[in-house]
């Protein structure tokens, strides 16, 4: 049995005035019961369902189910189905199975291959998603998008499901349909029991029970059938304007007043919500008095048999790393599913050596006459000058693929986020699930430039651990601070502006500070990624004869390989913390 008792709620509002979002909210549902909570927008249900989650601490009152207090310790994430608002959250290129199969594996539903396969077998079927298991995400109609994210939710066979606005933008049959397969989702396991917090009133008799919210305030809870009689309206659909009638507060008084007499009539409490006697009003009283008068319904009804109390053991969870190995492995199918995607990289990893080599072809000839040991100032110089200046484009052009990777990668999935934290998925787990697509993809990307620039010039100077390591290490740094960027970012557009203005930042101030006094660069270096990488390339040079023109071209300081090493491992570090920020941050 779930009992929620005297839940209360304050958000901060738009005054000075905190706004109080549930007042005083009791009622409770037996297992294998189907629930309505519904109430006009903004009444509370989402508050109230993000409360019986865990997901939000209510300011005062108590949530058990059975022994267990809901307030002090959360259901586990296996013990929740979450079906959030929202249809944003499935994986658009995965197929209805696969998305299925990719839940449980990340929520440990079944320890073999064929646990999960009759997992998401019994899954399909309970949906009815098994004939078109196979379709792409991408193809489903709304209808069908509903059931599959209700299967999600089921994977690892919840005891309590709770959907948010389910039915919303559906046509009057789907919602039908939908009511009637909650109910039996809530008889597939009998201690299961499902609450939809939804404003829409048209099928309120597929419920067991309807509790009405308004203004936070609970004003009634028993059958739907008692609903137009308690309000005294004709029909379900006029519910709400009665409900506007009155203020809130005494659509609550009213109800406590009469909340004992109703449930004794519906048998209510003791685990039997199906028995209505009719209600009248008593015009002597001003707010509303409801006369209880037993019907004949039939015994049958009356002895219902109260829901089994059956618990079956809860699944655990996976460990951090194997859900992290599953993500990797999730968004490499991915990548090869998302033509855009690939593209862009595969055109990336070829042009972007080209356009680098295109600064080089040009003076070719000069890096030519150094290695044959000319000393003649008009070739030392320009040599040095496009030395340094390759090294510079070679670490923006890494930072500008690392830009590609990192800035969109959290921001554009997080419902997708949200929904599978919610299920269990551990945010380090997602954080390292990123880096490690992310990272191999950098240091391809930068190894190949590096190769493909020494195959041109015939070895570009400098030695080989600075040369592969520091454009590789300021790729790392620049993708671990974007996806921190994507990780804080309201949506992805943002963040791949943020990202690409810090990129901007990095080249006019690089670019500036090779003429600007040392001092300056001393105050500023700390912040520019490129600079790390780019003064740790030319410091390594010290003993060739390119580096004296380029110290004496330029008037900045460079970092010592080592240093710029250590230096773009506290940038990808900071990168690193700031997403796990954000990982942690709730929407
Ligand atoms: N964290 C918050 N900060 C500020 N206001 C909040 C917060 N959470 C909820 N509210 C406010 O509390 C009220 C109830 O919100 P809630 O989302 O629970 O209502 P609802 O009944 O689910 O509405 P809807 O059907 O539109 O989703 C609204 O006025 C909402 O703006």
Request: net charge neutral.
């Amino acid at each position: 049995m779930l009992e929620i008792n005297n839940l209360s709620h304050v958000v901060p509002g738009k005054g000075k005035e905190p706004l109080r979002v549930l007042e005083q909210v009791s009622f409770s549902a037996p297992g294998g019961h189907v629930l309505a909570v519904i109430g006009p927008s903004g009444s509370g249900k989402t508050t109230l369902l993000r409360i019986l989650a865990g997901l939000t601490e209510p300011e005062a009152g108590t949530v058990t189910l059975g022994k267990r207090d809901l307030i002090k310790q959360p259901l586990y994430a296996n013990q929740l189905g979450w079906v959030p608002a929202g249809d944003d959250n499935l994986i658009e290129h995965l197929t209805v199975r696969e998305n299925l199969t990719s839940a449980a594996m990340l929520r440990g539903a079944g320890r073999t291959r064929d646990e999960v396969i009759s997992r998401v077998s019994h899954v399909l079927v309970t949906v009815g998603l098994e004939n078109i298991a196979t379709e792409r995400t991408s193809a489903l109609a709304l209808p069908q998008r509903r059931r599959l994210k209700l299967g999600l939710a089921l994977v690892a066979d919840p005891v309590i499901v709770l959907c948010d606005d389910f039915t919303v933008g559906l046509d009057v049959r789907s919602e039908r349909e939908f009511e009637a397969l909650l109910k039996l989702v809530a008889s597939d396991r009998p201690d299961r029991i499902v609450i939809h917090a939804t404003d829409a009133l048209a099928n309120l008799g597929a419920y067991d029970t309807v509790v009405v919210l308004h203004e936070g305030y609970v004003a009634f809870h028993g059958p739907a059938r008692a609903v137009p009689h308690y309000f005294t309206v004709p029909t379900y659909d006029e519910v709400y304007a009665r409900l506007a009638k009155r203020p809130a507060q005494r659509w609550g008084d009213s109800w406590m007043k009469h909340r004992d007499a109703y449930y004794a009539a519906f048998k209510l409490g003791g685990g039997v919500a199906d028995k209505l006697s009719a209600a009248e009003e008593d015009p002597g009283d001003e707010d509303r008095t409801i006369i209880m008068k037993q019907k004949g319904d039939s015994d049958e009804e009356e002895t219902k048999k109260p829901a089994e109390t059956e618990t079956r053991p809860i699944i655990p969870l996976p460990g951090i790393f194997s859900q992290a190995q599953h993500l990797v492995k999730r968004r490499w199918s991915l990548l090869r599913r998302t033509p855009r995607e690939w593209i862009t990289h595969a055109s990336l990893l070829v042009g972007a050596p080209g356009v680098a080599a295109l600064l080089l072809l040009p003076n070719l000839k000069l890096l030519k006459d150094m290695r044959g040991g000319s000393t003649a100032p008009d070739v030392v110089w320009p040599a040095a000058n496009t030395v340094s200046m390759i090294v510079l484009i070679q670490i923006l052009l890494v930072m500008f693929m690392a830009l590609r990777l990192g800035a969109r990668e959290i921001a554009e999935r997080r419902a997708l986020y949200e929904r599978e934290r919610i299920g269990g998925v551990s945010p380090t787990a997602w954080l390292l699930g990123s880096l490690l697509f992310m990272l191999p993809i950098i240091l391809v990307q930068s190894v190949w430039m590096e190769m493909f620039l020494d195959i041109v010039s015939d070895g570009l100077p400098g030695t080989g651990p600075a040369k592969l390591l520091l454009p590789a290490l300021s790729g790392a740094a620049f993708a671990a601070i974007c996806l921190g960027i994507s990780a804080n970012s309201g949506s992805k557009e943002r963040a791949h502006s943020i990202s690409l203005t810090l990129l901007c930042a990095n080249v006019l101030l690089c670019g500036a500070l090779l003429g600007f006094p040392r001092i300056m660069g001393h105050v500023v270096h700390p912040f520019i990624t490129a600079h790390y990488g780019w003064s740790g390339i030319i410091d390594s040079l010290e003993k060739t004869a390119y580096f004296d023109p380029i110290d004496k071209m330029v008037k900045t300081w460079f970092a010592t390989p080592d240093l710029a090493m250590t230096m773009l491992g506290v940038h990808f570090l900071i990168g690193v913390v700031l997403t796990f920020v954000g990982l942690q941050r709730r929407a």
